[in-house]
């Protein structure tokens, strides 16, 4: 399973679009790229799953180049309620990428 | 919205007793799962069971953890001998069915409220 770096922390003002980009280097074929969100205290919640170039719905964008190394969560005009931590997983989600241990993943946190 | 629920909400438990954790998972879904966060750590996967057989495990999920579907509904991981770093969240999940010829199903996992299982 690839493994993924994506920064520890970020902040950002209420209103504004939060872009956070998660590096999968090693990123196989059959790899699936997958952001979940977690609040304090609750389970991980699925935000999006994307392959390549730009996927979108109704909570945000993926990003994805064609080398595929990279992606960026794109969250558009957050609010306090984004306040969560976010998670990167790359796997190739017919093959069990559901095991994985999440990772630290990126704590957003979102001021008045 | 269909959503996998977790019993209890919180379990306190003595050092070397027996827990067992509930989970009802979402009624399609075929793939299910137990994780685990040890406070302010990560979300850990533990195992993965289908067609009512374990798929996949971690090392984290020893002889001390055992898990069961007794029923249609039902989700259980049992902790036979409970230790004090036992203390986390815990987590189920389930999804969707994988398979290649439905590329475009949804095939992520959908997590219940955890329970907070405190090992004194």
């Known amino acids: 399973l690839a493994k993924t770096t994506q920064p520890i922390s970020m902040d950002s003002y209420e209103g504004q679009e939060v872009n956070i980009t998660c590096s999968h280097n090693n990123i196989a074929t059959n790899d699936y790229i997958t952001w979940y969100q977690q609040f304090p205290s609750q389970g991980p919640r699925f935000i999006i799953q994307?392959?390549?170039t730009k996927v979108t719905n109704e909570v945000a964008s993926l990003f994805i180049p064609a080398d595929r190394k990279s992606s960026t969560l794109s969250l558009p005009r957050v609010s306090l309620s984004d306040t969560a931590v976010y998670y990167c997983l790359v796997g190739d989600p017919y093959g069990g990428y559901q095991k994985v241990t999440f990772g630290i993943g990126t704590k957003l946190q979102v001021i008045p | 919205e269909p959503e996998v629920t977790q019993t209890p909400s919180h379990q306190v438990t003595q050092m070397g007793q027996e827990v067992i954790l509930r989970c009802v998972p979402i009624?399609?879904?075929?793939?299910f799962y137990w994780y685990r966060q040890i406070l302010g750590q990560k979300v850990e996967f533990l195992v993965s069971f289908y067609n009512n057989e374990i798929s996949e495990k971690s090392e984290i999920f020893d002889d001390q953890f055992s898990v069961e579907r007794p029923d249609g509904s039902n989700f259980t991981l049992k902790i036979r001998s409970t230790k004090l770093e036992d203390s986390a969240m815990y987590f189920c999940a389930s999804s969707h069915l994988r398979s290649r010829d439905r590329v475009n199903m949804n095939t992520e996992a959908f997590f219940g409220q955890g329970t907070r299982l405190t090992v004194v």
């Open positions: 009624s399609n879904h075929l793939y």
């Open positions: 994307g392959y390549k």
